[in-house]
């Protein structure tokens, strides 16, 4: 089981490597130049040149590759000249906690409200609580997220004054206020994850529901709330595990539009004004923390299996 980790780890880092020069090749072709945008309006031949030979773009790309990638590992990202920051502290120290904190809530209310409702579609298999279920799982799906942001500012922002329609606090300093903030873009959030956790877990319970491990539980007389909870629920745990951690690319995605609609300062924010603004090192910073958490969760999803499923252990 170590070895299977470690190659997997090894296999995620030549992941890591190929979307870096990817991203650092594609950014290079789109329009705009660096050296102008940091100099502004008004500049001199000679400040241009002396600006690009110290951000070293006079180099060949495959120069320009490895020293950015050695600069990333190292966290030095560069500066934002449209922000006027150092990028590593405004992308992880102040970004990125937006982000993570909007995204776990998201997943928090897509467990806690999905995978009941999945199990109560199985259990009432056929009947109109299930096929409400239904509907309302291909609803979510179909639901684009920042046409559900703006109905639930105007439902519960302006019209029932029940959330506040922006901003962000900290729930690291101020827990209540800074979660009472974040409900709203969590639920828009997950509410495409909520769809899908209870079509998986419906449709993974009524199989698991029909094996004989079950049947050998109901004729020993156990309760039916442990039947299902305990021996069937604790089976669709695996296929519930792969598929949130290939989703995360799209919980991630989202969080671009949430962001925007909700005015968080998170990394979609972040990428959003980066990409207007033609600052494409910020968007190179952005596109690459992004990868990262998307592969690592990925990888801890990967190394999760033999926990989940004692039957995949090395013997």
Do not use: C
């Not at 046409?147 to 019209?159: A, E, Q, S």
């Not at 156990?222 to 290939?246: D, F, Q």
């Not at 998170?266 to 004004?273: A, F, K, V």
């Not at 592969?295 to 090395?314: G, H, Q």
């Amino acid at each position: 089981m170590i070895l299977r980790g470690l190659v997997r780890i090894g296999q995620t880092l030549v992941v890591l490597l190929i979307v870096s020069f990817a991203t650092f090749g594609l950014l290079k072709l789109a329009p705009g130049d660096p050296v102008q945008l940091a100099l502004g309006a008004e500049y001199s031949e000679t400040a241009y040149r002396s600006l690009q030979r110290e951000m070293g773009l006079d180099q060949p790309f495959l120069v320009q590759y490895l020293a950015w990638a050695r600069d990333f590992a190292t966290g030095d990202w560069g500066r934002s000249y449209v922000a006027r920051t150092d990028i590593f502290t405004f992308a992880v120290l102040e970004a990125l906690p937006v982000t993570l904190t909007l995204a776990s809530l998201s997943l928090f209310f897509a467990i806690l409200i999905g995978v009941p409702l999945g199990v109560l579609s199985a259990v009432k298999k056929d009947s109109i609580f299930d096929a409400g279920a239904a509907v309302f799982a291909l609803t979510g799906t179909a639901f684009p997220s920042f046409l559900l942001g703006i109905l639930l500012i105007w439902l519960f922002g302006v019209k029932l004054g029940l959330f506040p329609v922006m901003g962000y606090v900290s729930p690291w300093q101020d827990p209540v206020t800074g979660l009472y903030h974040m409900v709203l873009p969590a639920l828009t959030l997950s509410t495409y994850f909520i769809a899908m956790i209870t079509r998986l877990t419906r449709a993974t319970l009524i199989e698991v529901l029909e094996q004989p491990y079950i049947a050998a539980a109901r004729a020993r007389g156990e309760p039916r709330w442990r039947v299902i909870w305990v021996h069937g629920v604790r089976n669709i745990a695996m296929p519930l595990v792969t598929i949130l951690g290939l989703q995360l690319g799209t919980l991630l995605q989202g969080t671009v539009l949430t962001e925007t609609v909700f005015s968080l300062p998170g990394l979609g924010q972040m990428i959003t004004d980066a990409v207007l603004s033609r600052e494409y090192v910020v968007v190179q910073a952005g596109v690459m923390l992004t990868a990262t958490l998307f592969i690592t969760i990925n990888l801890l999803v990967d190394l999760s299996y033999p926990f989940l499923d004692p039957r995949l252990r090395a013997r």
